[in-house]
C-alpha cells in the first residue's frame, strides 16, 4: 500500500512560480512511475507530467512544457513539480499519482489517468492575473 500526500499549493501571481511536492509512504515507492495530473472546476483531471522509476525519463503535457519540471528523490520518498512562468489557465487542484503496475520499467512514463492507481488528496494552486 502506497499513501501520497501532496503540498506546496497556494496562490501566485501570473508569470510566478511554486513547487509541489509529494510525500510517499512504503518502501516500493522507488520502483513505481510518478505522475502529477490536475483538475479545473468544471473539467476533467488531466495528465502534467511523469517520471519513471530513476528520474531517467520523464513526460510532459504539451501545455506545461518548457514551464514545469517533474524530479524525484528516492532516498526521501518524494516527487516534485517545479512550476514556473504561471498562467492563470494552470489553476486547478494538483494531485500526486502513483502507477504502481511498473517495476522499475524503462518504458516512457504513462500520460493515461487510468493507469494511475494510487492517488493523494490533492492541492489546490491558484494563479491570479
Known amino acids: 500500500q502506497v499513501q501520497l500526500v501532496e503540498s506546496g499549493g497556494g496562490l501566485v501571481q501570473a508569470g510566478g512560480s511554486l513547487r509541489l511536492s509529494c510525500a510517499a509512504s512504503?518502501?516500493?515507492?522507488?520502483?513505481?512511475?510518478m505522475g502529477w495530473f490536475r483538475q479545473a472546476p468544471g473539467k476533467e483531471r488531466e495528465f502534467v507530467a511523469a517520471?519513471?522509476?530513476?528520474?531517467?525519463?520523464?513526460n510532459y503535457a504539451d501545455s506545461v512544457k518548457g514551464r514545469f519540471t517533474i524530479t524525484r528523490d528516492n532516498a526521501k520518498n518524494m516527487v516534485y513539480l517545479q512550476m514556473n512562468s504561471l498562467k492563470p489557465e494552470d489553476t486547478a487542484v494538483y494531485y500526486c499519482?502513483?502507477?504502481?503496475?511498473?517495476?522499475?520499467?524503462?518504458?516512457?512514463?504513462?500520460?493515461?489517468?487510468?493507469?494511475?492507481?494510487?492517488w493523494g488528496q490533492g492541492t489546490q494552486v491558484t494563479v491570479s492575473s
Open positions: 499519482a502513483a502507477d504502481r503496475k511498473t517495476d522499475y520499467g524503462l518504458g516512457i512514463p504513462s500520460k493515461r489517468r487510468y493507469d494511475y492507481d494510487a
Open positions: 512504503g518502501r516500493t515507492f522507488r520502483s513505481y512511475v
Open positions: 517520471i519513471n522509476w530513476s528520474g531517467g525519463r520523464t
